[in-house]
């Protein structure tokens, strides 16, 4: 298996003010066989849920809600049935003071991705990790974090081995990161920013369908 993120699929959008939910349009068409993965933050309670405009399936991978103002998922549609201009919702029962969204694409998850392990923890203030998960099942697996704070935080650097996929956006107030590892570990999402603030992190790691493990 060979994972890559497809080019210029890294795209951000934010938004607040009693809202339930927020949009991203991916600026390429989306390949039937890829996956694809988000990171969701909401404020203000609520379920969250992913789905798009060509009827994949979507699911909540792994979520955090313990903090009213840090409600955070990581959410993927692990094999993309229906290809073409793709638009993906983020949706939350609640009424939103703010919102925001990062989507990505992958692909190499031959037979589709299924999900391995999680994490995720709340916190105040920098620096800021997920926890570590469990081992994951192989030694080739996507690993997606996602940050949320209570406020602006600035200079967020993703660390870890982690690259910035999408800015952390003071609107939105969120950012997402991506890894790709190539041996079995327990790994975890980490940041440092300027700022003190309550915060949220979370990972999802994704393996190849009947790869190792149960």
């Not at 949320?148 to 999408?166: C, I, K, Q, Y």
Request: contains cysteine; glycine residues 16%.
């Amino acid at each position: 298996m060979a994972i890559a993120r497809v080019s210029g699929q890294t795209p951000t959008s934010a938004g607040g003010g009693g809202i339930t939910s927020i949009q991203v349009t991916l600026p390429q068409n989306v390949v039937a066989g890829n996956a694809m993965m988000g990171v969701g933050k909401s404020r203000g309670g609520g379920t969250t849920t992913f789905g798009d405009n060509l009827g994949n399936t979507w699911a909540v991978d792994v979520s955090n809600t313990t903090d009213s103002n840090n409600n955070l998922a990581i959410g993927s549609c692990k094999s993309i049935s229906t290809g073409g201009s793709c638009t993906i919702t983020f949706s939350t029962t609640a009424s939103a003071n703010t919102m925001g969204l990062s989507i990505m694409e992958y692909s190499g998850f031959t037979g589709g991705a299924a999900l391995d392990k999680t994490n995720s923890a709340t916190g105040y203030g920098s620096p800021a990790s997920s926890g570590s998960t469990a081992t994951t099942a192989d030694a080739d697996e996507l690993l997606i974090g996602g940050l949320t704070t209570a406020g602006s935080a600035t200079s967020v650097v993703w660390t870890s081995s982690f690259s910035e996929l999408t800015a952390y956006n003071s609107s939105g107030r969120h950012g997402a990161g991506d890894r790709i590892v190539t041996a079995t570990g327990a790994y975890a999402a980490t940041t440092t920013f300027t700022a003190g603030d309550e915060r949220c992190m979370a990972i999802a790691t994704y393996k190849m369908v009947g790869g190792g493990g149960g």
